[in-house]
């Protein structure tokens, strides 16, 4: 251990887990200590000085991570604590919540979403104008201007509506708004209204009494009462029916919920933040999204800035992401040409921060090269160049997914080709398609809706 460091307690039974989460947290600002069992983890707490924070699993033998978390909360009663949970386990992952969780995250996972929950809990009141300022980076006018927004209501639990294009990092926004305020140590819980519709949402957000509905075998708790105390956040909230619509203006006027199958209000205390891709603004006029409900949540407004708008920042995010993956894929890359350079900044990235990180990561990935070569208007250019083998003449399409169609396409039709042959060599399986693409299942439903494929 590096006392110079803070430590991060990592627990899973699985050594593999472990081992994964050691490389790629090589680099960053804190110590690692890796633990197979809880019992294990507690004695190190008894014998250490408190860490930054621990990780732990749900499901392990002996003591499970719940069970961890409630005998941490009695020595540590405010230390940071984030759950690793299956998608089965949720009323868990819920439970975890009430008992004093900071965060949970659902397995399958992208490593980069754990680490940026890390960095969050450890980097918790970063300094104002700080490059990676609430897990946001860079430093021009427009991203500062929504930096003095959230400095404003750093200490009011006042609602936010947060719009932007896709890519543009609304929740990122969303989460800066809760951790640096003087609330930080409340609940902060996401829901994708983009993924999660009808029924099934209604339940998410209000729980459910047992015998509610077929299947309902016990009460559940939504997330609503979750978040009581604290931040819920609605992703892509444009999408939500009419009566849901009705339903939740109802919650946000009120402060109470009532559960499905229930006719008891409870009393919650929640402040919203929600997002859309889509001005919500627009949606009220075309009769789409209801005006009081708009004007209940829009109190505060934060509109990210489109990477057009910001293009001082595109030098800095380019060199991060650059150093993030080459540590990632183990890849000795230094840098850009300055042809390259001068392109990926000129160039008006319309899917924004999350084109740009992909751009990067698939060119580190295959990167044969310290120098990176790139032109991201080019969908030829979109990887790197892979040789054909000598049985192929310039000019011939290879089957082999990596190369690139001779037919140019496009880069957005280049990821939905991508997408549709990994599914379909998957047999049609979502989640190990998700896996494969390293992104959550969530993530590719959005992409199969907007390739119109769902």
């Known amino acids: 251990m590096n006392p110079s460091k803070p430590t991060v307690l990592f627990v899973d039974d699985d050594p593999r887990a472990g081992d994964l989460f050691r490389r790629f947290a090589r680099g960053e600002s804190y110590a ?34 719940i069970e961890l978390l409630q005998a941490v909360r009695a020595r540590h009663a405010k ?40 960095r969050e809990q450890i980097e918790r009141k970063p300094a104002a104008g700080s490059p990676r300022y609430g ?35 609304k929740e990122l926004a969303a989460r800066a708004v ?12 996401v829901i994708d209204c983009g993924a999660i519709t009808g029924s099934l949402l209604e339940s998410e957000l209000f729980g459910h009494e047992k015998g509610a509905f077929t299947g309902a075998h016990q009460t559940k708790r939504g997330l609503l009462e979750v978040a009581s105390g604290g931040t819920l956040f609605l992703d892509e909230i444009g999408n939500i029916s009419d009566a849901m619509q009705t339903k939740l203006l109802r919650v946000v006027q009120e402060q109470q919920v009532t559960r499905v199958g229930g006719i008891t209000p409870i009393d919650i205390d929640v402040r919203f933040v929600v997002a859309s891709n889509r001005d ?14 708009y004007h209940r949540l829009n109190v505060v407004k934060l509109r990210m800035p489109p990477l057009r708008e910001r293009r001082e920042d595109i030098s800095a995010l380019l060199h991060h992401f650059l150093r993030e993956f080459a540590e990632r894929y183990h890849r000795d890359v230094s840098g ?25 990561e698939r060119h580190v990935a295959l990167a044969e090269q310290p120098t990176l070569h790139i032109e991201p208007g080019n969908a030829a250019s979109a990887m790197p ?17 990596a190369c690139i169609d001779a037919d140019h396409p496009s880069l957005e ?25 390293g992104i959550n299942k969530s993530t590719l439903w959005r992409k199969l809706q907007g390739f119109n494929l769902e």
Not at 37 to 64: E, R
Not at 137 to 157: N, Q, T
Not at 336 to 347: A, C
Not at 426 to 436: K, V
């Open 178 to 189: 809760h951790n640096l305020s003087d609330f930080a140590d409340t609940p902060f819980v």
């Open 79 to 118: 230390l940071p604590f984030i759950l690793i949970t299956g998608y089965s386990t949720m009323d868990d992952a819920i439970e975890a919540l009430r008992l004093g969780a900071t965060d949970f995250i659902k397995k399958p996972f992208e490593m980069d979403e754990l680490l940026a929950l890390v």
């Open 385 to 401: 160049a892979v040789s054909a083998p000598p049985s192929v003449k310039p000019g011939m399409s290879l089957s082999s997914e």
């Open 135 to 169: 897990g946001m980076l860079g430093d021009s006018p427009a991203i500062r201007a929504v930096y003095k927004v959230i400095e404003k209501i750093h200490d009011v639990r006042v609602n936010v509506m947060i719009e932007g294009e896709s890519g543009t990092g």
């Open 336 to 360: 850009f040409d300055d042809v390259s350079l001068q392109r990926l900044i000129d160039y008006d990235w319309p899917g924004n921060v999350r084109e740009l990180k992909n751009l990067i």
């Open 413 to 437: 039709e280049l990821e939905r080709r991508y997408i549709l042959k990994t599914l379909q060599r998957l047999d049609g399986n979502r989640e190990l398609t998700a896996r494969s693409l």
């Open 32 to 65: 690692v200590e890796i633990f197979r069992s809880p019992q294990a983890a507690l004695d190190y707490l008894q014998q250490h000085p408190a860490p930054a924070l621990v990780i732990s699993d749900l499901k392990m033998p002996g003591m499970n991570g």
């Open 280 to 293: 919500l603004s627009v949606l009220v006029e075309q009769g789409q999204f209801r005006h009081d409900l």
